[in-house]
Each structure stands twice: as C-alpha cells, then as structure tokens.
C-alpha cells in the first residue's frame, strides 16, 4: 500500500527538481509518474530525440529512491506528426477531423498513427525500459477520454470492412443478422458498408453496435503493440493503463487483460457534478462525492486488472472540468485514499505535484499552489501516510491485508451500456445508473461486492446480481443454472440476440429455462410518471407473463397487477426499473435464502473488508456513531480512528 504522485518536469525549471523530488520523498510518496503528454519535448522535430532533459529528471527522482512510472507520450501526438500526417487525425460524428490544440486528437485505427505509436514507444522503451528507478509503465493516458473511442475516418472505416468481413464472411449472413431487408439497407459486398453516421433518421442498430464492439477492439489492440513493445524491452516492469470514471466506451476487461494492473483516475467530486444525480443528492454531497460511485469503480477496475490495481490520479481539491469544481471536505482526500486500500488498491496516486500556472489546467488544484506552498491535500496526504503505517505495523504483526473474494458478484457487461446508448427505448435508461442502482443497494445492507464480465465462473459466490444483461450467451446461461447461490436478474435481460434482434419466444430468451416467463410487452415511463403500487415504478416496466405450470411465485406487483418481482425460490426477477425499496426487498430475500448476513445502513456510511480488517467510511458532513450501526462494534480492536467517526472520518478494525 503505497502513495504516489504525477509530476511533470517539463512544466518546472530545472533547477526545482531536486527539491521537488527530495520534497516528495519526505511526505513519504514511493512512486512518480511522469512523462505522459511530452511527447514534443522528447522528439521536437521528426526522428530527432532529446533525450538530455528526461535523462535528468529521471535520475534525479531516482536518486530521491523514488519509483518512476514511465508513460507512453502517445495521447499527445505533436503538430509536426499532424501537419506531416493529417490522416493521423481523428474524425468526429460530423464527418469533420478533430483539430490540433488539446489532446487525445489521434485515431486508433489510422495506420500511420499505430506506426509512429509504436515508434515512439520503442524509443522510450529503448531509452528507460531498464532504469534501475523505472518500476513500472503506463500505456497512453485515458482511452476513451473527451469521447475518443469512436473515429469516423477513411482508415477507421477500412478497418471496419476488415472486421467485419472476418466476423460474418459472407455478405448475406451480415445482412440476415442486421435485418437489412428493412429498408432497403442491403449489400452486396462489405466493400459498400460506411462507419454508421450521417444517415438521415438513426442507423441501424446492429451496424450501431457493431461499429462500437470494433472500435472497442482497436483501442484493445492499439494499447496491446505498445505493450508487447514494452514487454520486449523493460521486462519485469509492471504495465498499467490508467482508465478513467463513467466511461463505457470500449470493452475494459479486455484492454484490462494484456496488463498487469489496472489503475483508473478518481475524481469525485468532478464526477458527481458531472452526472444524472437530482439536484439534492448533489449538493449532499458536494464536497464527498457520491458514497458509492468512487468504489464501484475501485471494484470494477480490481476485476479488470484479475484483482491487482491502483488509483493513478487522485483528486486533491477543486478540478478544473466540471461544471461546478468546489474544494472537498476537510478529511475527505485522506479518506478517498484510504477508501481505495479498502478495496485493495496496490497504489494512490496524487494528480498532481503542484497546480500549473498557465494553459488549460490552471484551475486544477495539485499538492502545492501554482507558487510551491503547500495546498490543503498535501496535509491530508501526510494523514493518509501516518495511517498507511499503522497498517503496515499490524500486517508485519500478521494481520491478513490481502483481498478475499467477496460473497457477492455483480456481473458487468460493458456490451449493455453500448445496447442501451443505441437504442434506450426510455430517454432514461442508463445502464451505469442501473448498476449503481444495485451496487448501491448492496452496499446498504453492508455488503462488498466483486464485479464479474460476462461469463466469470461463480465458484464460492453466494449472491450474483446482474443488474441487467440483454445478450445471454447460452454458456452463461447454463453457468446461472449450475449456480446453486441466489440470483437476481435485472429488466431487459435476454431481450436480445448478440445480432440485436429480439429473441424466439421474447425475452428473456435463454434465460426462459431458469425464468419460466414472457415478456410480452415492455413499457418506458416519462419523467414524472410513477405506475402506482406498494412499489412505485418508473422509467421502465414489463408487461410479464408467468407460465401458469412453472412453480413461479410474484412476490410484487403493480397496483394494476402487473407482476415486477418474480422469483423460483433461488433465482429473482425484477421486471422494472427497481426502486429502492423493491431492490431491498428482493436482496434482503436473496441473501437471507443463503445465510448471509446484512446490515441497515444510512446512505452516508460505507464498508469495505481487505482481509481481516474492515473499513468504513463516512460520507456525511456530520459525525456518526458506528456503534449505532454495527453491532458489537466496541468490543473490536481498532488500527485506524475508533467507533466515533468524525465528518469525512475513516475507522479500520480487526474482523477475522
Ligand atoms: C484526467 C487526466 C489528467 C488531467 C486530469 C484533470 O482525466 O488523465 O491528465 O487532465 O484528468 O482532472
């Protein structure tokens, strides 16, 4: 469990980073990341590197024993490669490239642009792949972000026609599996098929979906060329690729499989201002972020690096993006820290060294202030710091810190978000939202959760939850009937084939053997609307139709009768978009029917086990008594703070 921060040489005089460096050492920061958008300090003109000023700021930070993160500078491609090499660019929906003077400009699918990717990479792999203070790498910097995954560019639709001729082979079988004979939209060779923008009323769906899965599969194997390049020349270096928040743009578990870790960057407040949350929720908490958003990702990355991860960029005060940027809560950069080794992160890591003074960050707070003082996060990393040690007396004395899988599994299928976004049906169907819906509920009842993709064994779970899956491979299907735990299934689960048409027999399609249903019709409620009953619904609703011969019983129902909770005894359906209290009705039966326990706890009071020891967290702007909530609490042995926990306070203790 260590601390680290991003720093950027080439932003500071020479002569500070010495004592930059010493500086970090002594707040008690083990790694450094550096380099990630130099790419036009390190190669100012074609083919022609300078290599002094790095060579520098390396040995220097490795001489203050800090660790260094090399990245690859490719997010950032200079404007001579642009001017040499338009079709390096990106284009965007309109049909027009992106332009030069942020970031991030490139497409992953032009040839040119993975060549000098990879030429650049093996420079700086050439260069520090052996460094004794280079530790490990980071690929790029954020695929995906400022909606970077989808580029409609001659090369991007080249390599389109490629994919797709070797995922269908024969014209007919794409035009059968989009149901191209739906106006007119047939053809007679894949060389007549465009990247699906610029139609007059929406593409096709499946050309939709299809243009997405390739497009997740060129950022998957643009990030694996500059992995086997770095393999080659830095071996035993940890890679790492550093994915961002509320980004669902391509296939993570896939990206997530060429590295060794994943890390993703955290900024909780930039996020919660950014997102769909009511007004009220967002001003609660404004200054903690949402209670759960921060660790559903801490979760979700930890699967897709197969359990190892770290926290690549920290916030540690006022961001600069978001619509509004208010500075965090007194305690609260301490306790996101220690929220993340909660959840098992390896490494956290501060964005950034010190607030730059000019260009489009200079609103974005650092450890220090623009004029090298102190900011307010660099105390709170100090605190984490002291903390971070108490742990690591108690693993020396041989408390277990290492992470267990949890009891329960929510499986998260970056492909429903795609289906979704294509073809939402209701305005309001957000699968992020529907998974946070759920994650969320979990966590109430003081459960941890692992995320699961698709198709994960379910060995030693006791709960699996899938908030929603609308393609069922049969394998999976047959791996939720061999599941002898409870399971809960979402809305719109097997209402669609992996073609996007809607299933033999409607939905749940191969889910029927498990859930003898039909659903027969499915209804989107505007914003407003609540379909009356014991238990609300809005947004979505299915009109369901229970096999009157299966041994089925509907535990909920709308004041109109329409069954919204159906279960088999072991396996649960909600046919709606859940509320609140139906998702905790039907978790609370789930769990129970497995024996495992559940707490009640208030929306602002987090849990998290790592090992032998248990977390929590509170989110609120008040103090709370955990003792209130968790029973025999007093009698535990604390490492961290104690059953009192102040507003942003952090408690740890001893629970094998
Ligand atoms: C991240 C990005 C950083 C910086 C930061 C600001 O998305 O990786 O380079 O822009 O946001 O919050």
């Given at each position: 469990m260590k601390l680290g921060v991003c720093y950027y040489p080439?932003?500071?005089?020479?002569?500070?980073w010495a004592q930059d460096a010493s500086a970090m050492a002594e707040l008690g920061l083990t790694f450094v990341r550096i380099a990630e958008f130099a790419w036009s300090r390190i190669e100012?003109?074609?083919?022609?590197?300078?290599w002094g000023w790095l060579d520098q700021a390396v040995d220097t930070l490795g001489a203050a024993g800090l660790r260094i993160v090399m990245c690859?500078?490719?997010a950032t491609p200079p404007k001579w490669l642009i001017d040499a090499h338009p079709d390096v660019l990106a284009v965007g929906v309109d049909g027009r490239p992106r332009r030069f003077?942020?970031?991030?400009?490139?497409?992953?699918?032009?040839r040119t642009y993975r060549a000098h990717s990879q030429q650049i990479t093996r420079a700086v792999a050439e260069r520090y792949?052996?460094?004794?203070?280079?530790a490990a790498w980071q690929t790029d910097?954020?695929?995906?972000?400022?909606?970077?995954?989808?580029s409609y560019s001659q090369s991007a639709a080249a390599a389109f026609r490629a994919w797709l001729s070797a995922r269908y082979v024969s014209i007919d079988d794409l035009n059968r599996g989009w149901g191209n004979v739906f106006w007119s939209?047939?053809?007679?060779?894949?060389?007549q098929i465009d990247p699906?923008?610029?139609?007059?009323?929406?593409?096709?769906p499946a050309h939709r979906l299809d243009y997405q899965r390739f497009a997740s599969d060129e950022v998957a194997s643009f990030n694996r060329e500059q992995i086997g390049i770095l393999r080659e020349l830095s071996p035993d270096r940890d890679i790492l690729h550093n994915f961002m928040g509320?980004?669902?743009?391509?296939d993570h578990f896939k990206v997530g499989a060429d590295l060794d870790a994943a890390s993703w960057d955290s900024y909780p407040l930039g996020f919660l201002q950014q997102g769909a949350w009511p007004e009220d929720t967002k001003l609660r908490f404004?200054?903690?972020?949402?209670?759960d958003f921060t660790a559903l990702h801490h979760d979700l990355y930890r699967a897709c690096g197969r359990g190892r991860w770290w926290v690549m960029e920290q916030q540690?005060?006022?961001?600069?993006?978001?619509k509004w940027n208010p500075a965090p809560l007194p305690g609260m950069v301490r306790a996101w820290t220690l929220e993340a080794f909660a959840h098992g992160a390896e490494v956290v890591s501060y964005f950034r060294w010190r607030q730059a003074?000019?260009?489009?960050?200079?609103?974005h707070a650092g450890l220090h202030t623009p004029d090298g003082a102190r900011a307010a996060a660099w105390d709170e990393a100090a605190a984490a710091v002291k903390a971070l040690h108490a742990l690591a007396d108690k693993r020396a004395a041989g408390t277990c810190l290492d992470m267990r899988p949890a009891p329960v599994a929510l499986v998260f299928d970056y492909a429903a978000h795609w289906m979704f976004d294509i073809q939402?049906?209701?305005?309001?169907?957000d699968y992020l939202q529907l998974v946070l819906t759920f994650y969320g509920a979990l966590r109430r009842l003081g459960l941890d959760v692992d995320m699961i993709p698709p198709g994960a064994p379910l060995t030693g779970r006791r709960l699996v939850v899938a908030p929603s899956l609308p393609v069922v491979e049969p394998s999976l299907a047959s791996a939720f009937e061999a599941f002898e735990g409870s399971l809960v299934i979402g809305p719109r689960?097997?209402?669609?084939?992996?073609?996007f048409q809607i299933p033999d027999g409607l939905s749940p399609g191969p889910l029927r053997r498990l859930l003898p249903i039909r659903v027969a019709a499915v209804e989107s409620l505007p914003p407003g609307w609540a379909e009356a009953g014991a238990h609300p619904v809005r947004r979505w609703l299915e009109h369901v139709e229970p096999?009157?011969?299966?041994d089925l019983s509907v535990d909920a129902r709308t004041?109109?009768?329409?069954?919204?909770w159906l279960n088999t005894g072991r396996v649960h359906y909600i046919a709606?978009?859940?509320?609140g209290d139906l998702l905790d009705a039907v978790l609370r039966r789930a769990c129970g029917d497995v024996g495992l326990p559940v707490l009640d706890l208030p929306d602002h009071l987090r849990l998290r086990r790592r090992g032998d020891v248990r977390f929590a967290l509170n989110y609120d702007a008040a103090p709370l008594d955990l003792a209130a909530h968790i029973?025999?609490?007093?009698e535990r042995e604390f490492?961290?703070?104690?059953?009192r926990l102040g507003p942003a306070g952090v408690a740890a203790w001893i629970d094998p």
């Open positions: 080439e932003h500071w005089p020479e002569a500070q100012p003109d074609p083919g022609r590197y300078d690859t500078p490719t003077g942020s970031r991030r400009h490139y497409c992953f699918s032009s792949g052996r460094h004794p203070a280079v910097n954020e695929y995906g972000c400022h909606d970077t995954v989808l939209q047939e053809y007679r060779s894949f060389e699906p923008i610029g139609t007059v009323t929406e593409a096709n509320a980004t669902l743009s391509f404004m200054r903690q972020g949402h209670p540690p005060g006022p961001v600069n993006w978001a003074p000019f260009a489009q960050e200079q609103m939402p049906q209701g305005a309001d169907f689960s097997g209402s669609k084939t992996s073609a096999n009157p011969n299966a004041a109109a009768g329409k069954p919204i709606a978009w859940p509320d029973p025999g609490i007093a490492v961290i703070g104690d059953t």
